[in-house]
């Protein structure tokens, strides 16, 4: 029986209508002037994986929040005698700028030392992470950690907020679960102290901060740019009108890079997006800012003849879709694939016990490249394995996919009798990418799906 499969919008793949964009002047009056009450339970604050993703329309994204978190973060790095400088960074969305704002106000009133983009400037959460990473390497006995007003890919009218520790990376349960009891303390606004913007501005923490030139700089040091220059492809990056909107012409002139940038202009209402559907969508005037989906894609895919590769960036630039003559669009976990089939096959000086880490979404592909081996006599077997089971994967898409009883079974010599079975794991954490003899929940469609396609049959 055919499982039956979500109706997909209509206007999907078109760019929105005027009715449907955010209003700009509705979400800043409503940032300021809405006040949110900590005894209501979606007023509270709840930090989500890597972040807090919310709205200032159903009053849990104000001011009053801003403050509140801003506190809390401040607490914690007391706690966790964080004494570095705080990286303080905001991507393109309309309130991004009025939280960043308010943040800089109380952490100059709780005397922590503030580091922001020089020229007002955006600031992507990669390069957030690599400047903590950086400033802590330097060891100058100080921990830097950071604070970034994003939510990610979600519409643009509704903000979010990261923190990063001393790591880079995102904070652990732990530290948010803290967070946020001690942000829900603070709604109240009672316990918590600012100062003027600009006395923040100007106070001896603050410090600006060249983010561009130090992360451009540094991609030398992992990207062989000289022999991508050498090959000349031609390239178009579409940073849809997120924060990486100053950093690719920047790229390109400093290593001579053909490339086209696409909607590099900040515009807060996104009207150059394209409307989204993965199946799910659950209201006609969401736009989705995920440079993965098809749908989102339309406009850079109808390129992709032009240009040897395509590229497409998230809001704050921490997810990718990449465009290809060949394959079209091409799903984030096979592009993940190759690029780590590559680092394993031709960085000889990395030594043999390298691992590479991924989380639990992504694709266990990655898992079966890591485990091959690591010769340079085989690279080039490598790496078209690993495209011909991207075509195959992106061919099945392109066909709609196969009832799940039609699927042929995936054969491969030495696997476990109970290969296509995950192990049982406690609820809210399923590791889809588990095998073994453990008995457990079949896989689900996709999962099937996923290793029919990619599992060569023998």
């Not at 060891?139 to 950071?146: E, I, K, L, N, T």
């Not at 090959?231 to 086209?260: C, K, M, N």
């Not at 680092?343 to 490249?369: F, P």
């Amino acid at each position: 029986m055919n499982a039956a499969r979500p109706a997909i919008r209509p206007e999907a793949g078109h760019p929105p209508d005027p009715y449907a964009l955010a209003d700009i002047l509705r979400l800043v009056t409503a940032y300021y002037v809405e006040q949110s009450e900590p005894g209501v339970p979606t007023e509270r604050v709840s930090f989500g994986t890597s972040g807090r993703r919310v709205s200032s329309l159903s009053h849990s994204f104000n001011e009053r929040h801003s403050l509140a978190i801003t506190q809390a973060i401040c607490l914690f790095r007391r706690m966790e005698e964080i004494d570095g400088p705080l990286s303080l960074g905001c991507d393109t969305r309309v309130l991004s700028r009025p939280a960043c704002a308010t943040a800089l106000e109380l952490v100059a009133a709780n005397d922590v030392p503030a580091t922001t983009a020089a020229n007002e400037g955006y600031t992507p959460t990669p390069v957030i992470s690599r400047a903590i990473v950086a400033w802590n390497r330097a060891g100058a006995g100080q921990r830097s950690d950071g604070f970034i007003i994003t939510p990610s890919r979600t519409p643009p009218e509704d903000p979010g907020l990261k923190y990063n520790p001393p790591h880079g990376g995102p904070a652990s349960t732990e530290g948010t679960r803290w967070i946020d009891g001690r942000e829900n303390a603070l709604l109240s606004g009672k316990c918590v102290v600012r100062v003027p913007y600009e006395r923040a501005l100007h106070a001896s923490g603050t410090r600006r901060h060249d983010y561009v030139t130090g992360h451009i700089t540094d991609l030398a040091a992992v990207l062989e740019m000289e022999a991508i220059r050498a090959s000349g492809p031609q390239l178009a990056v579409d940073a849809q009108g997120g924060t990486g909107i100053d950093y690719w012409a920047r790229i390109g002139e400093r290593d001579g890079l053909h490339f086209t940038a696409l909607d590099d202009a900040a515009d807060h209402s996104f009207r150059f997006m394209r409307r989204d559907s993965d199946g799910k969508i659950r209201k006609i005037r969401k736009i989705r800012m995920g440079p993965s989906s098809s749908y989102a894609m339309k406009g850079l895919i109808g390129l992709k003849d032009g240009y040897d590769l395509a590229s497409a960036w998230d809001t704050d630039h921490d997810r990718h879709g990449f465009v290809t003559r060949s394959a079209g669009l091409m799903p984030p976990n096979h592009s993940l694939a190759v690029m780590a089939d590559h680092l394993l096959a031709y960085r000889t000086e990395w030594k043999g016990d390298v691992a590479i880490a991924r989380n639990v979404a992504s694709s266990g592909i990655i898992d079966r490249v890591a485990a091959q081996e690591t010769s340079p006599a085989r690279d080039a077997g490598r790496l078209q394995r690993v495209r011909r089971w991207a075509e195959r994967r992106h061919a099945w898409l392109r066909r709609g996919g196969k009832c799940q009883c039609d699927l042929p079974r995936a054969k491969r010599p030495g696997l476990d009798k109970g290969q296509g079975r995950h192990r049982r794991l406690p609820a809210l954490r399923r590791d889809h990418g588990s095998s073994g003899k453990e008995r457990g929940r079949p896989l689900c469609l996709a999962d099937r799906r996923d290793r029919a396609v990619l599992l060569p049959t023998q």
